[in-house]
């Protein structure tokens, strides 16, 4: 099993990016998926997180702007991210419980300017 993660990038501050993250190889049950993000010389942080049925949370940072979704024919979680700021740059992975045991993606780099 694998988590790609797609869709970092840079941006500017007030823009949107959408990352994506797609679960591939012998896929039998995807629970919760997370996103994290972690940026230079800080922690790991969760940012927000998916069940299965669709409930989400989200980090206090990111609430308001931040949404994130999932396919589930697809085998796929998406973070949409509106209105970047700076503080936002960071490496974000996404996590998840497949096959009842978790996975991480590689990482996907967002970059954001003022």
């Known amino acids: 099993v694998q988590l790609q993660a797609s869709g970092g990038g840079f941006m500017q501050a007030g823009g949107s990016l959408r990352l994506s993250c797609k679960a591939s190889g012998r896929v039998f049950s995807i629970n919760a998926m997370d996103w994290y993000r972690q940026a230079p010389a800080k922690e790991r942080e969760l940012v927000a997180t998916i069940t299965t049925g669709g409930s989400t949370a989200y980090a206090d940072s990111v609430k308001g702007r931040f949404t994130i979704s999932r396919d589930n024919a697809k085998n796929t979680v998406y973070l949409q991210m509106n209105s970047l700021k700076p503080d936002d740059t960071a490496t974000y992975y996404c996590?998840?419980?497949?096959?009842?045991?978790?996975?991480w993606g590689q990482g996907t780099l967002v970059t954001v300017s003022s």
């Open positions: 996590s998840g419980l497949v096959n009842r045991y978790r996975h």
